[in-house]
């Protein structure tokens, strides 16, 4: 099925006016249905090349506890597919864009360029940041030369929003403990295309906590940011936007409504790569950065007699105490902070981080080879973190119920209690101080994030959270037809913020609103 724009754009404003309820019914994964059966990228040997670390950012100076960088939104060319050249559109040039190393306690500012023909809204994934400095998705920074944007830059949020001209210095307090946060374009309507464009990076927030652990680190410590893209046979990136320029008409074709789903798995921009590993301990910092694949990661061959991954921290920071893991459930934004001991396998034996989740390609994400024996220097303690100083959820002071529906099945727009994003419109006005329960319900795969705050999950279903829900979070996995339940404390700054499907087809579609901090 194939939707007309006018088509598309009615149906939109049905579902706006709310005389069209999407009737979101699908009870089988995504990516079975959602898979582009026309386009196939350009066959990879898997294996074949190296995992590339993205570099880490310097800052231009560091003055009175503020470190100062600077990034350039623009194009670039990248050897992604062995042989062929891609466009991105990565901070930097770059994707995954460069990372950022950040003190708990000092700030960081950090001075946008925007020399892309289209705004962009750039977000601090996990960060406590000022509403103003938080990429709200209709603050955007204009391109160059735009005085004032054409009506469609601003897409579906009319005027809304504060303008920036080509740039745009946001300020992060990093007055919070230490974490895996990530950055990526949060512009209103476009951030799926834009974010598979290349427009996502680490921000590795560090404190004194985890200085004090015996964790591996140095090259030990190894970031793996996993996401699937399509590519044409030119090696250029497939997205079946409306609008392939990105300036007026928000949407995907059909098939990829629910969610683009790739077809090739990248990790740190690469195809499949692999990693040559000593028989020692190493922590993987992993970031579901794809807009809406599932993976369900698994050891192949699994450690004989033991659990595959030791989870050490999760999008919040450190868990208080390690938790071992035979397979981790990421969905889209999900940061899972895990360490792996190869010292389980011979040297020489090739492992296989697989994706159960997948099928065919999409099975295999990347390959450790042990090629060495080495002294072992790290260990995981028993005892990661202080214990969380998280209010009792019983002393909660609301409770709200929030439903996801996907207006995939109709063409129409994605819903939060069967209401579309309206920038204007605030949906849950909690107390600053204050711990709420938030309940969710969703009828399909929908990775729920807030911004601003760490929530914990309280239940699943009824019963405990997942063995992955575990520490703090802010996505939360959600299944077809899960109730979740969260408790959220709202703490840091007042403010609009947003929270959303993070299956950015979905955000684009509009399954986003507005809380604000009081
Ligand atoms: Cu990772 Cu509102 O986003
Ligand atoms: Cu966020
Ligand atoms: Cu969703």
Redesign the pocket.
């Known amino acids: 099925m194939m939707i007309s724009r006018r088509g598309f754009l009615k149906m939109g404003l049905m579902g706006a006016a709310g005389l069209a309820l999407p009737l979101g019914t699908l009870l089988i994964p995504l990516s079975r249905l959602a898979t582009s059966k026309s386009i196939r990228s350009p066959s990879v040997e898997p294996f074949a090349v190296p995992l590339p670390i993205p570099p880490i950012l310097k800052p231009l100076r560091t003055a009175t506890g503020t470190d100062y960088y600077e990034m350039t939104q623009r194009a670039g060319r990248q050897e992604i597919l062995p042989g062929l050249k891609t466009e991105v559109w990565g901070y930097d040039g770059i994707f995954p864009g460069p990372t950022v190393e950040a003190r708990s306690g000092t700030q960081v500012a950090i001075r946008q360029w925007n020399e892309l023909p289209v705004p962009v809204s750039t ?1 601090l ?1 996990g960060g406590k940041s000022p509403p103003k400095s938080d990429g709200y998705p209709t603050d955007l920074i204009l391109p160059k030369g735009h005085e004032r944007g054409p009506s469609g830059h601003a897409g579906r949020g009319g005027s809304a929003g504060e303008h920036s001209h080509y740039f745009k210095d946001y300020h992060y307090p990093n007055e919070q403990r230490g974490a895996t946060l990530w950055y ?1 374009d ?1 512009r209103m309507d476009f951030s799926g295309p834009q974010v598979y464009r290349g427009l996502a990076g680490l921000y590795l927030l560090r404190d004194e906590v985890e200085d004090g652990l015996p964790l591996p680190r140095g090259e030990k410590e190894v970031p793996l940011v996993i996401a699937d893209r399509t590519f044409n046979e030119d090696g250029s990136l497939y997205y079946p936007s409306l609008d392939p320029s990105l300036k007026e008409e928000p949407g995907t074709l059909a098939p990829a409504i629910n969610g683009m789903f790739g077809d090739t798995i990248l990790v740190n921009g690469a195809p499949w790569p692999y990693l040559e590993v000593s028989n020692t301990l190493y922590r993987f910092r992993i970031l579901n950065s794809s807009n809406a694949r599932y993976y369900d990661l698994a050891l192949d061959p699994p450690p004989p007699g033991d659990k595959s991954f030791v989870q050490v921290g999760s999008d919040g920071g450190l868990l208080e105490e390690p938790v071992a893991h035979d397979r981790i459930l990421a969905s889209p ?1 999900e940061r899972f902070d895990v360490v792996v001991d190869f010292s389980r396998y011979r040297v020489g034996q090739e492992v296989t981080l697989k994706n159960l989740e997948g099928e065919g390609l999409t099975m295999d994400v990347m390959r450790f080879v042990v090629v060495r024996h080495e002294k072992e220097e790290s260990t995981v303690p028993e005892r990661l973190a202080p214990a969380l100083a998280f209010p009792d959820p019983d002393e909660a002071e609301a409770t709200r119920r929030f439903q996801f529906i996907a207006g995939g099945a109709w063409g129409g727009m994605s819903t939060i209690n069967f209401r579309v994003f309206d920038p204007e419109r605030v949906d849950a006005r909690p107390r600053l101080g204050s711990t709420e329960i938030w309940d969710f319900h969703s009828d399909q795969d929908h990775p729920i ?1 807030l ?1 601003l705050v760490h929530f914990k999950v309280i239940s699943r279903n009824g019963g405990r959270p997942a063995r992955w829900d575990v520490g703090l979070k802010d996505t939360v996995l959600m299944r077809a037809g899960d109730d979740v339940r969260i408790a959220a404390h709202f703490s840091g700054h007042r403010g609009k913020y ?1 929270f ?1 499907c ?1 299956n950015l087809e979905h955000e684009d579609m509009m399954m986003m609103t507005n809380f604000e901090v009081i």
Do not use: P
């Open positions: 977000h994934h990526h949060h934004a994030h911004h947003v959303h993070h």
